[in-house]
């Protein structure tokens, strides 16, 4: 204890060294992220953050401070002082008097200045593909993929190195959201309009945001009223070949100086059933959705307040379609109905902004019912979440930082199910809750952004699991500014709700197998990765390979392969884990225009009743080829994303009465083609675009679907898409500040 106190009282000794702070905007105000700012004729530079903030130490013989960035003119900057604080606005390279966009908004973006392994997917990127919601954002995306859970409900679920997104902690302004009984069907909550970017973090995160991130984390930051470039109205408007309508929009009202407050809304509706194969069974579930956002925002020069409440209401239908020989009153029938309610509120009080010295307070209230019928199945739900954090940082010098802080997690699951399709089967009614105090603290070491380590450690007491720890660390060297390592290690831990986040698997006759006493998830998770930033040719090639290790001690199997009539829910007892290696290499070949290319491979294993086998529904490897054009004035771009699906293992199969497999063994491989033309004009633009133009199909996704009432129906052996080609056609409009 002695060495401790002994060192932060050294940390705190330490002298304050100068630090020159400011933010970089174009000529409407707009944060431009990805800068460069150097000193003049010395490699000593920083990039800026999203935000476009940057903070640069400045040397005792060197006062001159140049920024750069593609499509603007450079600018050089003589500063006085060894403390200033700048806000620099670069002139656009070309000004014209009718197209507004002259030049390329960065869409994907590796943070070379942070510790960890995180990308930054912007608006940009975004508006590459229909990007509808949350779950259409990752076409154009390596790292993530985003697959159907089964072919009656519609439900997707994120895959990130190689394991399901339970895994990966959904944070939504980096507040823990969509989990427990949303996990199902939340990618489908979160408008693609709304979005302003989306963060990746890929292996073990920070301690911050509490000890569930075992794969990595997903961060949505939405619009919001205060940033100079939010428009003061913006509306999208899509229609797609299968009969899905959708509306946006969303309005900026600058009440006062320091108030500002936005209101979005969205609605969809899909309004047709569709059976392309012909079995009976709808492909695309009938959607319609109300979504509506209120925030406000109070930005003063020590305090800053943020609000917030949404209301989403969700009708979603599925199920059978048409049967000829059963009357239409014993069809099978897939009915969800969702009411969600949120509600957040943001408090930060600022004691030096030159040391980013700042105390918040995160309070955060959901409330999520759903009642879903799946046949004579049923499964209801009332979750209710509350959701505190207090955090204190601080930048002891240039070469320290610390954060501290303290949170509390409150999950109640009000349950009401029949696992039986017998309408005078037994039905059960649960009640569930869990309380999480915890406290964190992390530190953070910097040496002339060579060396960067990052280590935390946080403590939490379940009132379910007891008391455990969460050690993370993360380490990062670049000794030049061509080549960047990092190197992570920590542990994640996960708590099961297994109704409510796979009660989707309902919509089969296999019968569910819960074991009593359900162990809490606890895994590690080891990375590393090496990104390359290589001139060639007067550009910049960018190579990044990155492995991760991920071993559980202790896990809930969803088990699908020692009964094919039963899916069964138990404690691991044996190994289990994931390897996955990636490899991705951008290049801009000419003036707007730039190819990516990415290959991955995963090697994901379990343990099943004894014996070890490959995860089932899990692609062994992925290709994905992405090319991107835009004229060199801005008004047309043209992109397109090529992926390559690898086979995998199905669970395994039964004979039928024949002698036959129920299913194959395996599954094959399959290509998958997007494109997309956007023309874009002064204040909105239109674009037009295709879905699986290769059309490919899973034959008969649904086994047994002409005897759903049976005991081999199962509508959860998808590993393809469902639907054929699709396309559509969407308009954007945007009414700017200045």
Not at 229 to 254: G, H, M, P, Q
Not at 471 to 481: E, G, I, S
Not at 680 to 691: A, L, M, V
Request: some cysteine; aromatic content about 12%.
């Amino acid at each position: 204890m002695k060495y401790l106190m002994l060192s932060l009282f050294l940390l705190l000794a330490a002298n304050v060294l100068a630090q020159v702070r400011g933010i970089v905007k174009d000529n409407i105000g707009e944060a431009i992220p990805g800068a460069n700012v150097f000193w003049m004729n010395t490699g000593k530079g920083v990039t800026t953050k999203e935000d476009g903030s940057f903070s640069i130490h400045k040397p005792a013989h060197n006062d001159m401070l140049v920024i750069s960035f593609i499509g603007f003119q450079n600018d050089t900057i003589h500063v006085h002082n060894k403390k200033e604080e700048l806000e620099i606005i670069l002139r656009d390279g070309v000004e014209l008097n009718e197209i507004s966009i002259v030049r390329r908004k960065m869409g994907r973006m590796k943070l070379r200045n942070s510790v960890l392994n995180e990308e930054i997917i912007t608006s940009a990127e975004l508006s590459r593909a229909a990007c509808c919601n949350l779950g259409e954002s990752f076409v154009t995306n390596p790292s993530v993929d985003v697959s159907y859970s089964d072919a009656a409900t519609g439900a997707k679920q994120i895959k990130l190195l190689g394991l399901s997104g339970t895994y990966v902690q959904m944070l939504t302004e980096n507040i823990p959201n969509y989990r427990g009984a949303a996990a199902a069907y939340g990618l489908g909550y979160v408008p693609g309009p709304w979005m302003q970017s989306i963060q990746v973090s890929k292996g073990i995160s920070t301690v911050k945001n509490g000890y569930e991130a075992i794969t990595g984390q997903i961060n949505v930051e939405f619009k919001k009223p205060q940033l100079p470039e939010a428009d003061w109205v913006f509306a999208n408007f899509f229609a797609s070949s299968t009969n899905r309508y959708e509306a946006n929009a969303d309005a900026t009202l600058k009440v006062s100086k320091r108030w500002s407050t936005s209101l979005l809304a969205h609605y969809e509706n899909e309004t047709k059933a569709h059976d392309g194969n012909d079995d009976g069974f709808i492909d695309i579930p009938q959607v319609e959705q109300y979504n509506v956002w209120n925030r406000w925002a109070y930005m003063g020069d020590h305090y800053v307040f943020q609000a917030g409440f949404k209301a989403l209401s969700e009708s979603r239908m599925s199920g059978q379609s048409h049967h000829a020989n059963k009357p239409v009153t014993d069809l099978y029938k897939v009915g969800i109905d969702t009411e969600r309610y949120e509600l957040f509120t943001k408090n930060a009080y600022i004691f030096n902004k030159e040391k980013n010295t700042n105390l918040a307070l995160i309070l955060s209230a959901t409330w999520h019912n759903q009642d879903a019928l799946y046949g004579k199945k049923i499964y209801n739900v009332d979750q209710t979440n509350a959701y505190a954090s207090l955090m204190f940082e601080t930048e002891l010098n240039k070469q320290h930082s610390l954060s501290a802080g303290l949170s509390f997690n409150y999950d109640t699951f009000d349950q009401y199910f029949r696992l039986e399709n017998d309408a005078e089967g037994m039905s059960r009614k649960v009640f569930d809750k869990e309380a999480v105090p915890g406290a964190y603290v992390q530190y953070t070491l910097n040496l002339n952004d060579q060396w960067m380590l990052m280590a935390g450690l946080r403590g939490d007491y379940s009132t379910k699991s007891g008391f455990f720890m969460t050690p993370r660390a993360h380490l990062k060297y670049n000794p030049n500014d061509y080549i960047h390592f990092r190197l992570s290690a920590g542990k994640g831990y996960r708590a099961n709700h297994v109704l409510a986040e796979n009660n989707y698997l309902l919509s089969s006759s296999r019968k569910v197998e819960i074991a009593q006493n359900l162990d809490m998830e606890e895994a590690w998770n080891y990375g590393t990765s090496v990104s390359t930033y290589i001139p060639v040719f007067g550009k910049t090639l960018n190579i990044n390979a990155e492995y991760y290790y991920t071993n559980f001690l202790k896990q809930v199997i969803v088990d699908m392969d020692s009964n094919p009539h039963e899916v069964s829910f138990y404690n691991l007892d044996g190994c289990s884990y994931s390897h996955v290696f990636q490899l991705e290499v951008s290049y801009p070949f000419f003036k707007g225009f730039t190819l990516t290319g990415a290959y991955r491979m995963t090697d994901a294993q379990t343990t099943y009743k004894g014996m070890r086998m490959e995860k089932p529904l899990t692609s062994k490897y992925k290709g994905l080829l992405t090319a991107s054009y835009q004229t060199p004035l801005g008004i047309w771009q043209f992109d397109a994303t090529l992926q390559l699906n690898g086979g995998g293992r199905m669970p395994s199969p039964y004979e039928l009465a024949d002698e036959q497999l129920s299913w194959s063994s395996r599954y094959g491989s399959f290509e998958q083609l997007n494109a997309q033309i956007t023309r874009y004009f002064r204040r909105w633009s239109i674009y037009i675009g295709g879905e699986n133009i290769t059309n490919f199909k899973q034959k008969n996704p649904i086994i047994d679907a002409s005897n759903p009432w049976g005991d081999n129906f199962d509508s959860t052996m998808i590993w393809g898409p469902v639907h054929g080609a699709k396309a559509y056609i969407g308009v954007r409009f945007n009414l700017a500040r200045n």
